[in-house]
C-alpha cells in the first residue's frame, strides 16, 4: 500500500510538472502576435530601466512618498521583473505595472531625455490590463501547482477547465483588443491541442493516458479524474465539467 501510494504521488509531481510546463510552452506564443511582442517588450525594458539603476528606483519610491494618491499611502513598491517561462510572473509584473502607473509616468515627464523610449501610450496600458486579465486564471493555477504542502493531482482538472473557459470570456468580450483577443485565441488553441475537450467544451476523461511527440502527455492523465473523483474538495465541480456518461466512467 506504502509502495502504491509512493508511486501515485510521483505521477503526481511529475504530471504536475507536465501541466506546469504546458503553461510555459504557452509562453513562447507571444511573439506571435507583433503588437503584443512591441508592447511587452517595451514593459520589460522599463522594468529592467529600474532594476538597473537604484537612483531610479529611488525616486520612483519618493514618487509614491510624495503622491496624494490613495493607493500609494502604504509603503513604496518596486517594480517586478518577470521570468518568461513563467505565466504567473508576467501577470504579476503586468500588475505591479498598472499600479505603478502614475508614478512610473511622472518619473519620465522628470526625465524628459528617457522618455522617448520608455513612454507607454494609453493604448499600451490598454494592452496590459488586457493581458493581465487573460493571465490572471492561469497564473494562479500555475502558483497553486507549484505549492509543495498540499495535494495537487486532484486540482489538475479543475485548473484546465478553468483556465480554458477564462480564455474563452476573454475572447468574447466585446471590450477586448483584437490583438490581445489573437493571443489569447493562441493560447486556447494550443490548450485544446493537448487536452482535446469536447465539442462543448467539458473535459474528456480516457481510460488510458495519451502519449504524443517526445513521450510527453497529450491528455489529462486518468489518475487525475481519478483523484479529483475521491477529493470532496474536487467531486462535485467534477461532475459539473464533464459529460454525465464520461463521468460515470471515472468510478
Not at 510521483?10 to 503588437?35: G, K, M, R, W, Y
Not at 532594476?51 to 503622491?67: R, V, Y
Request: charged content about 20%; some cysteine.
Amino acid at each position: 500500500m506504502i509502495f502504491v501510494c509512493s508511486a501515485m504521488a510521483v505521477l503526481f509531481d511529475v504530471s504536475s510538472n507536465i501541466i506546469l510546463e504546458t503553461l510555459c510552452i504557452c509562453h513562447s506564443q507571444a511573439p506571435n502576435v507583433p503588437t503584443v511582442a512591441a508592447a511587452m517588450k517595451k514593459a520589460r525594458d522599463i522594468v529592467q530601466y529600474f532594476n538597473k539603476s537604484t537612483q531610479a528606483t529611488k525616486k520612483l519610491k519618493d514618487m509614491q512618498h510624495e503622491s496624494s494618491l490613495p493607493k500609494y499611502s502604504g509603503q513604496p513598491k518596486n517594480i517586478l521583473q518577470d521570468v518568461v517561462t513563467r505565466w504567473w510572473s508576467t501577470y504579476r509584473m503586468l500588475k505591479r505595472l498598472r499600479f505603478l502607473r502614475e508614478a512610473i509616468s511622472h518619473y519620465f515627464v522628470d526625465n524628459p531625455n528617457e522618455a522617448d523610449t520608455m513612454t507607454i501610450t494609453a493604448q499600451e496600458w490598454k494592452i496590459y490590463y488586457q493581458i493581465e486579465v487573460a493571465l490572471k486564471t492561469m497564473g494562479f493555477w500555475q502558483r497553486v501547482l507549484e505549492g509543495e504542502k498540499y495535494v495537487t493531482g486532484s486540482l489538475v482538472p479543475v485548473a484546465i477547465y478553468t483556465i480554458r473557459q477564462s480564455f474563452l470570456q476573454v475572447i468574447a468580450s466585446e471590450a477586448t483588443e483584437d490583438v490581445v483577443k489573437v493571443l489569447t485565441r493562441i493560447l486556447l488553441n494550443d490548450f485544446d491541442r493537448r487536452y482535446h475537450p469536447t465539442t462543448q467544451g467539458q473535459l474528456k476523461y480516457e481510460r488510458e493516458a495519451l502519449v504524443g511527440h517526445g513521450n510527453r502527455y497529450i491528455s489529462i492523465h486518468p489518475y487525475f479524474f481519478k483523484a479529483a473523483f475521491l477529493d470532496p474538495r474536487t467531486h462535485h465541480f467534477l461532475r459539473e465539467i464533464m459529460e454525465a456518461d464520461n463521468f460515470n466512467q471515472v468510478c
